[in-house]
């Protein structure tokens, strides 16, 4: 699971139970958070104890009646309405797995839990839903340009499976393409060359050592933020339109939207590549990945994304597609 939130944490035990508090200790880890870890000679040797909390992904809200225990000693509890949990398990036990039926489950495998301490650790579970157990590669549209009449051929492999395409791809697109704009099949005109596809690797936000360069907007700013972005990358007015009339209502469903552009060489290898020929001379390719937020909080240290535009000379071509991350 790679999905993206951002929570600040303190835990305090009072009476043997983890209660948290909202300060300032760091970006939390996508799925969860080792809070803390202290020797605890008050547990019984060959033992340790597992506290903390599980929340909602998309509101920091507690997750009730979470399971959450280990298989090799068939020890479990459940999370109250608080969404806190305490379990004492086996020192030996060192896979701890966080269940409920309806939410993505999280298992905690590379941590090291030592005889008699007490672990405090923060979990964040996202709700499951079957249309996104293939993921969308949303509206990819290629437009193409020439100073003059130009016959092409395009052929186009995407990370997946095609599920639409228009006009129609049989082993590829031969087109014309026209110095008026667009494209030309036989006696057909086309704006633009469009696909979408559908894969079971899905994709995620760039994340390294906790942290991501992208953009967080506010659901109102949508609009700006698009137009903004895109001239920096080169768009034209009308590629510009056809982008945000598309993802700007799609963006706006949460209070904020989470962004990231993957563009050119990224596009080729993690999107789909692309083989033109004769070969355009300037090529400009983005591909969105965005989620909707309730909160402004990412859960990674976020770093405004460098954006680079692009020469357009001769024959040009550009792509814009993008991906919901669930």
């Given at each position: 699971m790679k999905s993206i939130l951002f929570c600040i944490v303190t835990l305090t035990i009072i009476a043997n139970k983890p209660v948290f508090a909202l300060e300032d200790l760091g970006p939390i880890p996508l799925e969860y958070s080792i809070v803390s870890d202290t020797l605890d000679e008050s547990i019984p040797s060959g033992k340790f104890i597992l506290e903390g909390r599980v929340?909602?992904?998309?509101?920091?809200?507690?997750?009730?009646a979470v399971k959450v225990g280990c298989t090799s000693?068939?020890?479990?509890?459940r999370t109250t309405k608080d969404g806190l949990f305490r379990v004492e398990l086996a020192a030996t036990d060192s896979v701890v797995y966080f269940y409920k039926k309806g939410w993505n489950e999280v298992v905690i495998e590379d941590y090291i839990f030592k005889d008699r301490h007490r672990v405090a650790v923060q979990v964040y579970m996202n709700q499951v839903r079957e249309e996104y157990d293939k993921q969308v590669k949303r509206k990819p549209v290629i437009y193409l340009y020439a100073d003059k009449n130009l016959k092409?051929?395009?052929r186009l492999d995407p990370k997946g499976?095609?599920?639409f395409t228009y006009p129609r791809y049989e082993d590829g697109w031969d087109i014309e393409v026209l110095k008026t704009g667009g494209v030309k099949i036989g006696e057909k005109e086309y704006p633009y060359l469009f696909w979408e596809a559908e894969s079971e690797t899905k994709l995620s936000f760039p994340v390294v050592d906790g942290k991501m360069t992208g953009f967080m907007v506010?659901?109102?700013?949508?609009v700006p933020f698009l137009e903004e972005k895109?001239?920096?990358?080169?768009?034209?007015?009308?590629?510009?339109a056809d982008f945000i009339t598309y993802w700007a209502p799609i963006l706006k469903k949460g209070r904020f939207a989470l962004i990231h552009f993957v563009v050119d060489d990224d596009y080729e290898d993690q999107i789909a590549s692309l083989d033109i020929t004769p070969k355009p001379e300037s090529m400009r390719r983005v591909f969105m990945l965005c989620a909707t937020l309730d909160t402004p909080n990412s859960g990674l240290d976020l770093e405004e994304q460098e954006l680079t535009s692009f020469e357009r000379k001769g024959f040009t071509v550009v792509e814009w597609g993008g991906s919901l991350i669930e």
């Open positions: 929340s909602m992904f998309s509101s920091d809200n507690p997750l009730v000693s068939n020890t479990w509890v092409a051929s395009v499976t095609f599920i506010d659901a109102g700013s949508v895109l001239t920096l990358l080169g768009f034209l007015d009308k590629e510009k």
